[in-house]
């Protein structure tokens, strides 16, 4: 029943900026986390980038200083925007969300979304 729907990804040069958003829906209690992983063409998937409830932002070293994450609270969306953007950072980027379901349930679960295609050239 939780849903995330993402968007922002297409074709870029090198360089330019893109903005990923992902909006999670369904039946949650509480989000915790959420975050975007990458997987590149015959690499396996990496983390980009998490921010916490709490608004603690982490992002892998070479995403640092061109890449910024944001939350949407109230609107459960999370961001990610892309600057300076390298051929390297050719992906499909997935978005996350853990989550906690319901008030009676406290185990708290992983969700992905559908991936969404970015890629850098010129």
């Known amino acids: 029943q939780v849903q995330l729907v993402e968007s922002g990804g297409g074709l870029v040069q090198p360089g330019g900026s893109l903005r990923l958003s992902c909006a999670a829906s369904?039946?949650?209690?509480?989000?915790?986390?959420m975050g975007w992983y990458r997987q590149a063409p015959g690499k396996e998937r990496e983390l980009v980038s998490t921010?916490?409830?709490?608004?603690?932002?982490d992002y892998i070293e070479s995403v640092k200083g061109r890449f910024t994450i944001s939350r949407d609270t109230a609107g459960n969306t999370v961001y990610l925007t892309m600057n300076k953007l390298k051929p390297e950072d050719t992906a499909v980027y997935y978005c996350y969300v853990n989550a906690r379901r319901t008030l009676i349930n406290p185990n708290s679960y992983e969700y992905w979304g559908q991936g969404t295609q970015v890629t850098v050239s010129s």
């Open positions: 369904g039946s949650i209690f509480r989000i915790n986390a």
């Open positions: 921010i916490t409830n709490g608004g603690i932002e």
